[in-house]
């Protein structure tokens, strides 16, 4: 294993690398790739398309904060869906004291949780409730899981992505991520770390009849084990005009894996990521976060850090957090 840095804080690089690609895909969400072409992100902005001043991270954020506050006591999938839920009502985690972006999917699961649906089964499960609502905020769990079997990673993060995304689809898309996450914590080098993501995956799918063949082809590009005529290609050789950015979840895991693992450093990776377009805000957030554990707070400009907002609210909530799991 090559580790590219030991942080003292893991937490803390992994909440902050998420919110800063999320804040810097906010002002450009919805626009296209070609305008971003003549347009280039290439610092922390303000305004654009949701009026927010630099800095503002979105629903993906807030919900990856509300994770990693519950977590501080333990796991209790009951007490995310409040926490998810006092979000929803504006009263928890927002960055300036309202809620001014949510997915559909994730709305309508939250309005069922605030109804009183069991949070089990308050997640859209139809082939249509794919988005990236899930993935955008699972990463806090992988601080939880990272000493538990595969088996029981599986089966937690299956609860907490269908608090609003139960198909499989995006379950799985969870498990790829968190698995691939919790190897970068450990110090693999990032494309070791991506075979090894590989290997344990397609073992647990084999073993575990985890994934229908049908379901399991729509990662090929990630697990590299087609079923049937696809080319067998690692992800990273894929050019720009092959990776999807919209808002359907395996886009979103596709991109941000190409992201990561064709730049070299924390900005290149964000930034490779938010001028893909379309959800900028979550394709930045969910690169940001493997970027951010794996190179560092330190790699981060420290202006975009300073710039974002309730930064020592975030600081704080990754103390408490790493404390209360060591």
Request: glycine content about 8%; aromatic content about 10%.
């Amino acid at each position: 294993m090559n580790s590219v840095v030991v942080s003292s804080n893991y937490v803390l690089d992994a909440l902050v690398g998420l919110c800063v690609g999320d804040a810097l895909g906010v002002p450009v969400e919805f626009l296209t790739r070609s305008y971003l072409r003549d347009h280039t992100v290439t610092d922390m902005m303000g305004y654009g398309t949701h009026n927010q001043p630099p800095g503002t991270w979105s629903d993906d954020s807030s919900l990856a904060f509300c994770l990693a506050e519950s977590l501080c006591g333990g796991y209790s999938l009951n007490d995310i869906a409040v926490k998810s839920v006092q979000w929803y009502e504006g009263t928890l985690w927002t960055p300036h004291g309202s809620v001014f972006d949510i997915g559909i999917a994730t709305s309508r699961a939250l309005h069922r949780v605030a109804s009183g649906v069991d949070r089990l089964v308050s997640g859209g499960a139809g082939e249509e409730d794919n988005g990236n609502g899930s993935l955008m905020r699972i990463l806090p769990i992988v601080f939880y899981l990272k000493d538990k079997a595969i088996h029981e990673r599986f089966r937690i993060i299956a609860q907490v992505s269908g608090m609003t995304h139960a198909h499989i689809r995006s379950v799985f898309a969870c498990f790829i991520y968190c698995e691939y996450a919790l190897l970068l914590i450990k110090g693999f080098e990032k494309r070791q770390a991506f075979k090894a993501m590989q290997a344990e995956v397609n073992d647990f799918v084999k073993k575990h009849a985890a994934l229908a063949e049908k379901e399991l082809n729509h990662f090929h590009r990630l697990l590299e084990n087609p079923i049937g005529d696809y080319e067998i290609r690692p992800i990273d050789q894929y050019t720009e005009a092959e990776i999807a950015s919209s808002g359907y979840v395996i886009h979103t895991l596709e991109a941000s894996m190409w992201s990561f693992l064709t730049t070299n450093s924390y900005v290149d990776a964000v930034l490779k990521a938010v001028n893909l377009g379309n959800d900028t805000d979550t394709t930045g957030c969910v690169t940001g976060g493997l970027a951010g554990l794996y190179y560092g707070l330190e790699a981060i400009p420290e202006s975009w850090v300073d710039a974002i907002a309730r930064k020592q609210d975030i600081f704080d909530l990754a103390t408490r957090l790493f404390t209360s799991l060591h």
